[in-house]
């Protein structure tokens, strides 16, 4: 009978040991996927026009750890804003860092990613002026809308850039 519990104890301590080795399923595995792998879905052109505006995102892997990106919208034939962005892991913190020339003396200001799916991203910085929060929200493969939110004199205001990536 020695060698029966001896047996059981042996198949106890190797399923614990197997059970928390790691995941063992797709869904679990997912949660391992680093917040700049969740945002590869980016990667590539993006696109919005409106009779008023038209609206350009294109985005690309600079290394594993970095996605660069450039945002323009033109009218007519005016580029009336213009910004380089770098998406960053850097240390344990996940950062989306825009440039634009004509805001902040022209320098970079970083947002702190504060949510993350494999759909959607939420950046903020609660210490900047306007905006706050910077949203990405994947709703299909060829479609995203970007969000810029917080406050202008007090008063909550939002932004959205519907986008549809150019083939």
């Known amino acids: 009978m020695g060698k029966n519990y001896s047996y059981l104890f042996t198949l106890i301590i190797a399923s614990t040991f197997f059970n928390c080795s790691g995941p ?29 505006v038209s609206s350009t995102e294109v985005w690309e892997k600079k290394n594993d750890s970095t996605l660069a990106g450039i945002s323009f919208a033109i009218v007519g034939k005016d580029t009336v804003s213009y910004e380089t962005v770098s998406l960053e892991k850097n240390g344990a913190g ?64 939002s932004e959205q850039f519907p986008f549809v990536r150019k083939k």
């Open 24 to 52: 063992t399923s797709e869904t679990d595995s997912s949660n391992n996927i680093s917040d700049i792998e969740k945002a590869s879905w980016l990667i590539g052109s993006w696109h919005n026009t409106s009779p008023e």
């Open 94 to 157: 996940v950062y989306y860092i825009p440039t634009v020339k004509e805001q902040n003396n022209a320098q970079p200001v970083k947002f702190t990613l504060t949510s993350s799916t494999v759909n959607k991203m939420v950046f903020e910085n609660p210490s900047h002026d306007f905006p706050t929060k910077i949203t990405y929200n994947k709703i299909t493969n060829d479609s995203m809308v970007a969000e810029i939110s917080g406050k202008i004199e007090g008063k909550e205001h």
